[in-house]
């Protein structure tokens, strides 16, 4: 099962998502050494995914901060 790919917000480069965090991965372009570099982007958190459904089985929860009612 392949992981989910979002845009990298500092190298614009289509990365995969791991646990909601950007994966490790080189900046775009050649290497001019033969040395491992990571993306400024790679490990940082992912936004949320726009297409995140907002209800599950058709509640949705209000808007303000606190605890919700149990029943």
Excluded: K, N, W
């Excluded at 994966?23 to 790679?42: K, M, N, Q, V, Y």
Aim: aromatic residues 6%; contains cysteine.
């Amino acid at each position: 099962m392949s992981s989910p790919r979002r845009v990298c917000p500092v190298c614009r480069r289509d990365i995969a998502v791991v646990a909601a965090r950007f994966a490790r991965h080189d900046p775009s372009g050649a290497r001019g050494t033969t040395e491992l570099i990571s993306c400024p982007g790679s490990r940082t958190t992912a936004p949320l995914d726009p297409a995140v459904q907002p209800s599950l089985d058709g509640y949705v929860p209000p808007e303000f901060p606190g605890q919700l009612p149990l029943f």
